[in-house]
């Protein structure tokens, strides 16, 4: 008689089964007892089945066997390692038979966890010391004492999307110190975990700062920008309107590219990115040799991509604005004089309109770099300036501040900055600095005059002295974006465009054909990479052309939503 397959189990199923076998008989019949309470069905089932039979005669086991197959079944399938912690997913441990078993106070779960860890430790790397499960990142922190329920307009929004709901269950300490405002003994004591993703190391706390290993297909795609970087700086600087279009029917007629390989194509070239986090896409423009000029507001982002970038070889420098300072008290000021007697309208009319128009709104506001103290203020200034006139300066800069002030500190540092990137990332948008990030690559903008690389004062000429896209040669806005599924051109479907359409065959090359009137009426009506272009064309006006060069689609953020990414190429007219 052949002997029967041997059972496998996955690395979890072969720790739970070592710490079933290591428990005394009177706690084992205890959780086969919960078991058959919590999910009498699914126990009944095992019981009759084949497999548990044939288990019972390879090992020898006991009666209780119906109910631990109930136990391995339902074991966590899958599991992430981030050295040194096991991450299993969101749904771990909730099946009714473990929700039982695990809430018995009488049975030891830590020897559970070890067991865990020390399967799943790489066989010859370091062994896993942390085991947690993941969770969502809520959109809101929870409520605080008094807030009642339904109150959202008390709630506070989760601005550094910490992942408050990670559920800790060995290795982690019992407390954990302050997300907003942690001293440096709280970072040196947190758990500071890592990954590689192509090729590029990424460091983060995992109690305190989210990581999403979905974005991993955008730092690839970013990555090959390194050839269009060298066809662009093939181009004489003072070139009229070029570009490489993504496909050959695109091309533009008056292109007409220079070869110069010796030339660095990213050297003295700088990337934007606004919103940093821990280095997800900062550091791949710093594999591409730009240097890169980063925002972030959460400190413990930026400690792990201060210790990110270092893991990755690439200099690095933190600058913390001077916190505001509080104005001298001064005695209480005499009240002020009566106004002097308005003039009387010409008509009796109560409504007449008066004899002085008011001023109209000012329609480009000052930009505000916040309350810093003069005398702090320049000296940060004067740092941050030389740190980045300086070749040789860090490759990566970090301002650890709201990216709200962005575009004042680039106006009021007085040194050139040829901009070629700048990334928006942040979800469900980043609208709200699509603007700034325009005015980053289009100096003068706002003032109306758009200026090339360096030179000027601050004669009004937005700027006072930086530059960022040099005339003609274009740079990148990368802005990320949720779109619901109906607003995106289905892909590998036709796109409708005047009569025809052009559609990818196998090889996903696109093709011309003829569509027909059914296949035009079901079409998407309005693309939301219509509306993007649209509003950087009202934006710009006649002084460049913004287009929207591609839409990535990176991963599914919700049911129907997809998480997409606009290359929007910019030039000057």
Same mark, same amino acid.
């Given at each position: 008689?052949?002997?029967?397959?041997?059972?496998?189990?996955?690395?979890?199923?072969?720790?739970?089964?070592?710490?079933?076998?290591?428990?005394?008989?009177?706690?084992?019949?205890?959780?086969?007892?919960?078991?058959?309470?919590?999910?009498?069905?699914?126990?009944?089932?095992?019981?009759?089945?084949a497999?548990?039979?044939?288990?019972?005669?390879?090992?020898?086991?006991?009666?209780?066997?119906?109910?631990?197959?109930?136990?391995?079944?339902?074991?966590?399938?899958?599991?992430?390692?981030?050295?040194?912690?096991?991450?299993?997913?969101?749904?771990?441990?909730?099946a009714?038979?473990?929700?039982?078993?695990?809430?018995?106070?009488?049975?030891?779960?830590?020897?559970?966890?070890?067991?865990?860890?020390?399967?799943?430790?790489?066989?010859?790397?370091?062994?896993?010391?942390?085991?947690?499960?993941?969770?969502?990142?809520?959109?809101?922190l929870?409520?605080?004492?008094?807030?009642?329920e339904?109150?959202?307009?008390?709630?506070?929004?989760?601005?550094?999307?910490?992942?408050?709901?990670?559920?800790?269950?060995?290795?982690?300490p019992?407390?954990?110190?302050?997300?907003?405002?942690?001293?440096?003994?709280?970072?040196?004591?947190?758990?500071?975990v890592s990954?590689?993703?192509?090729g590029?190391v990424?460091?983060?706390?995992?109690q305190h700062?989210?990581?999403?290993?979905?974005?991993?297909?955008e730092?690839?795609?970013?990555?090959?920008?390194?050839?269009?970087?060298?066809?662009?700086?093939?181009?004489? /600087? *003072? %070139? +009229?309107?070029?570009?490489? #279009?993504?496909? =050959?029917?695109?091309?533009? $007629?008056?292109?007409?590219a220079? @070869? !110069?390989?010796?030339?660095?194509?990213?050297?003295?070239?700088?990337?934007?990115?606004?919103?940093?986090?821990?280095?997800?896409?900062?550091?791949?423009?710093?594999?591409?040799?730009?240097?890169?000029?980063?925002?972030?507001?959460?400190?413990?982002?930026?400690?792990?991509?201060?210790?990110?970038?270092?893991?990755?070889?690439?200099?690095?420098?933190?600058?913390?604005?001077?916190?505001?300072?509080? /104005? *001298? %008290? +001064?005695?209480?000021?005499? #009240?002020p004089? =009566?106004?002097?007697?308005? $003039?009387?309208?010409?008509?009796? @009319? !109560?409504?007449?309109?008066?004899?002085i128009?008011?001023?109209?709104?000012?329609?480009?506001p000052?930009?505000?770099?916040?309350?810093?103290?003069?005398?702090?203020?320049?000296?940060?200034?004067?740092?941050?300036?030389?740190?980045?006139?300086?070749?040789?300066?860090?490759?990566?800069?970090?301002?650890?501040?709201?990216?709200?002030?962005?575009?004042?500190?680039?106006?009021?540092?007085?040194?050139?900055?040829?901009?070629?990137?700048?990334n928006?990332?942040f979800? =469900?948008?980043?609208?709200?600095?699509?603007?700034?990030?325009?005015?980053?690559?289009m100096?003068?903008?706002?003032?109306?005059?758009?200026?090339?690389?360096?030179?000027?004062?601050?004669?009004?000429?937005?700027?006072?002295?930086?530059?960022?896209?040099?005339?003609?040669?274009?740079?990148?806005?990368?802005?990320?974006?949720?779109?619901?599924?109906?607003?995106?051109?289905?892909?590998?479907?036709?796109?409708?465009?005047?009569?025809?359409?052009?559609v990818?065959?196998?090889k996903?090359?696109?093709?011309?054909?003829?569509?027909?009137?059914?296949?035009?009426?079901?079409?998407?009506?309005?693309?939301?990479?219509?509306?993007?272009?649209?509003?950087?064309?009202?934006w710009?006006?006649?002084?460049?052309?913004?287009?929207?060069?591609?839409?990535?689609?990176?991963?599914?953020?919700?049911?129907?939503?997809?998480?997409?990414?606009?290359?929007?190429?910019?030039?000057?007219?």
């Amino acid at each position: 008689m052949p002997r029967p397959p041997k059972i496998k189990y996955s690395p979890v199923q072969r720790a739970v089964i070592s710490w079933l076998d290591s428990l005394p008989t009177p706690l084992l019949e205890s959780v086969a007892n919960q078991v058959r309470s919590a999910d009498p069905e699914s126990v009944a089932n095992q019981a009759s089945s084949a497999d548990t039979k044939q288990q019972v005669r390879s090992t020898g086991k006991d009666e209780h066997d119906d109910a631990r197959q109930v136990l391995l079944d339902r074991a966590p399938k899958r599991w992430v390692i981030y050295e040194p912690m096991a991450l299993l997913p969101s749904n771990s441990f909730t099946a009714p038979a473990w929700r039982a078993v695990l809430s018995s106070p009488t049975l030891p779960k830590e020897p559970l966890w070890t067991s865990i860890l020390r399967e799943l430790s790489p066989p010859r790397g370091p062994f896993l010391t942390h085991l947690a499960i993941n969770e969502g990142i809520p959109l809101h922190l929870q409520k605080k004492a008094g807030q009642t329920e339904g109150d959202e307009t008390a709630a506070e929004e989760n601005l550094f999307r910490a992942p408050t709901n990670l559920q800790p269950l060995h290795g982690f300490p019992a407390s954990i110190p302050s997300t907003t405002s942690p001293s440096p003994a709280d970072l040196d004591a947190a758990l500071w975990v890592s990954t590689k993703q192509n090729g590029l190391v990424q460091t983060w706390a995992p109690q305190h700062t989210m990581f999403s290993r979905g974005n991993v297909k955008e730092k690839a795609r970013l990555l090959e920008f390194r050839d269009r970087h060298a066809q662009l700086a093939s181009q004489d /600087p *003072p %070139s +009229a309107y070029q570009y490489t #279009p993504r496909h =050959p029917e695109d091309q533009d $007629p008056t292109w007409a590219a220079a @070869s !110069s390989p010796q030339r660095n194509p990213t050297k003295g070239k700088w990337a934007v990115d606004l919103y940093a986090g821990i280095g997800y896409f900062a550091f791949c423009y710093a594999a591409l040799g730009l240097r890169v000029l980063c925002w972030e507001v959460s400190p413990w982002s930026v400690e792990g991509l201060r210790r990110g970038a270092a893991a990755n070889g690439f200099s690095v420098r933190v600058f913390s604005p001077p916190p505001p300072s509080s /104005p *001298p %008290s +001064a005695p209480p000021s005499p #009240p002020p004089p =009566p106004p002097p007697p308005q $003039p009387q309208p010409s008509s009796s @009319s !109560s409504d007449a309109a008066p004899d002085i128009a008011p001023p109209p709104p000012e329609e480009n506001p000052p930009l505000d770099d916040g309350p810093l103290d003069e005398s702090a203020s320049a000296s940060f200034y004067a740092a941050l300036g030389n740190e980045i006139s300086n070749p040789h300066g860090a490759q990566i800069i970090v301002l650890h501040e709201s990216n709200t002030h962005a575009l004042a500190r680039l106006h009021r540092l007085h040194h050139p900055l040829r901009v070629l990137h700048v990334n928006c990332g942040f979800l =469900p948008t980043s609208r709200p600095v699509w603007r700034d990030a325009l005015e980053m690559v289009m100096p003068g903008l706002r003032a109306g005059r758009c200026r090339g690389s360096g030179g000027g004062g601050g004669d009004g000429d937005f700027g006072g002295g930086w530059g960022g896209a040099w005339p003609g040669a274009g740079a990148w806005l990368h802005l990320h974006e949720n779109v619901p599924d109906e607003e995106l051109t289905p892909r590998p479907k036709p796109v409708v465009m005047e009569g025809m359409m052009s559609v990818y065959n196998k090889k996903g090359v696109r093709e011309a054909a003829r569509s027909t009137p059914e296949e035009e009426e079901a079409a998407p009506p309005v693309m939301r990479q219509e509306e993007v272009q649209g509003l950087f064309k009202e934006w710009m006006g006649d002084k460049g052309r913004a287009r929207v060069e591609h839409v990535e689609r990176v991963k599914t953020y919700a049911p129907g939503v997809m998480h997409c990414v606009f290359d929007v190429f910019i030039t000057r007219n």
